[in-house]
């Protein structure tokens, strides 16, 4: 399976990711910058997170006219697993990919502690590698982290079970305490915590490789059969 990592101007945890996918994963992947037009022989595209284009305007504003962003959207349609995680996250809500917008965290303070996330929906296929339920430890960097949406908008996330993530803790203000939600079909992904992160003991904390490994799991059972 091979990766794509979205870099834009001001992405900081490009790093991360691809070192989640190279080594924690153990699956090739590669930079894409902003400036590229085509994601052709990628199975899954990474959005990271970071401030993009300085996060004048609003967070991931500009960064959604990216002339990378028309091949994420192609690539999105096109079924394959997006995951976009923090600035990645508010990129996708500015470009249409999932519902909502983000605002201020509620106390204007910038927050950067690990945080405990429920796992609202473990039948997706960024997040079957958890139990429902399940109580998991993931780290947090953000000061625009605040989910807002309106009723009906969350009513609507609900009855599809869209919310995979919910924070356990006051952290953000987000509406619903949410921390990830997919689209309606399933295969994009935004989050504000930071699963790369959180990929190998050595960090304190393995807790987040399940994302990624759920992604390579859902593919291999889409596109590998057994001779």
Known sequence: MKFAVIVFPGSNCDADMYHAIKDGLGEEVEYVFHTETSLDGFDAVLLPGGFSHGDYLRSGAIARFAPIMPAVIQAAEAGKPVLGVCNGFQVLLEAGLLPGAMKRNI?????????????????????????????????????????????????????????????????????????????????????????????????????????????????????????
């Open 107 to 227: 106390d204007l303070k910038f927050v950067c502690r690990t945080v405990e996330l429920v796992v609202e929906n473990n039948k997706t296929m960024f997040s079957s590698g958890y139990e429902q339920g399940q109580t998991i430890r993931i780290p947090v960097a953000h000061g625009e982290g605040n989910y807002e949406c309106d009723d009906e908008t969350l009513a609507n996330l609900r009855a599809n079970k869209q919310i995979v993530f919910r924070y356990n803790e006051h952290v953000n203000g987000s509406k619903g305490d949410i921390a990830g939600i997919t689209n309606e079909r399933g295969n994009v992904l935004g989050m504000m915590p930071h699963p790369e992160r959180a990929t190998e003991t050595l960090l304190g904390n393995d807790q987040g490789l399940a994302v990624f490994t759920s992604i390579l799991r859902n593919w291999r059972e889409s596109h590998v059969t057994a001779s």
